[in-house]
């Protein structure tokens, strides 16, 4: 029983001379960091500091420690987040309707164009390619306007339909053909 006593005792010791040796480290800001950093370095030569300048540049604009971590804990919310929260009545009426929604969902790039297979869909939803079809054209009503288009000229059509001025039906036609 002694044994474990003293050996518990010395983990603590251990543990309280590291959390010291660190704890200045921890409560400096990141301007006086990179100074601390640089003597450390001197006693090890072992040790290497590297940073790049981006980094300072991205993050901190004013230079405040306070900022720096802000914009790290920032959630800034993707197309992806944007799309699936108007993915509900009355554009997507039904429970089908969704689901087949949310498949189209996962097949959307980063710039927002549709690069899925609409017979894959229809097999995993269990639906006619058809229905698909009819459901990918809703997102034509989504913001932002053009999103799950095929293409550069879909798009510029999801967006003219969405365009709240009227537009004359030859001008329309016109532009569909072009």
Not at 25 to 36: A, I, P
Not at 88 to 107: W, Y
Request: hydrophobic residues 35%.
């Amino acid at each position: 029983m002694a044994q474990t006593l003293s050996t518990s005792v010395a983990q603590k010791q251990n543990l309280n001379l590291s959390l010291k040796m660190w704890l200045p480290m921890l409560q400096t800001s990141l301007q006086d960091l990179e100074k601390h950093l640089k003597n450390v370095s001197y006693e090890n030569p072992f040790l290497e500091i590297k940073k790049p300048k981006e980094f300072y540049n991205n993050f901190m604009p004013q230079g405040t420690s306070g900022e720096f971590i802000e914009s790290l804990a920032l959630y800034s919310e993707s197309l992806n987040d944007k799309i699936s929260e108007q993915i509900s009545p009355p554009n997507f009426p039904t429970p089908n309707s969704q689901k087949v929604a949310f498949e189209i969902l996962c097949d959307i790039n980063e710039e927002g164009y549709f690069e899925g297979d609409i017979e894959k869909i229809a097999n995993t939803c269990n639906v006619y390619k058809e229905y698909v079809e009819s459901i990918r054209q809703r997102f034509s009503r989504l913001e932002p306007a053009g999103v799950a288009a095929i293409d550069l000229s879909e798009s510029f059509l999801f967006q003219l339909d969405a365009c709240d001025k009227e537009i004359d039906d030859e001008l329309y036609n016109f532009i569909k053909k072009s």
